[in-house]
């Protein structure tokens, strides 16, 4: 059995999203850009974070169905 080993200990990555978070507000706050823009950069980059984590079998069930007038109306 083939036991997956990790690059690093587990506790430099909890250290180094400790030290992310800790730096983001600082970092928001001296950014000049508008709330809006920074609103969708942290939305896109969780989003891009959390999809190789998302269920993809339950996915394609639940739009297995789905017609391609709903998949317009959903783009607009």
Not at 8 to 22: E, K, Q, Y
């Amino acid at each position: 059995m083939n036991k997956s080993t990790l690059p690093l200990p587990p506790p430099v990555f909890l250290l180094i999203g400790v030290v992310a978070v800790s730096f983001s507000s600082i970092l928001i706050k001296w950014s000049e850009a508008p709330a809006s823009i920074l609103g969708m950069y942290r939305l896109l980059f969780t989003v891009l974070l959390f999809l190789p984590f998302l269920p993809w079998r339950e996915m394609k069930i639940l739009f297995k169905n789905s017609t391609l007038k709903e998949w317009l109306m959903l783009a607009v």
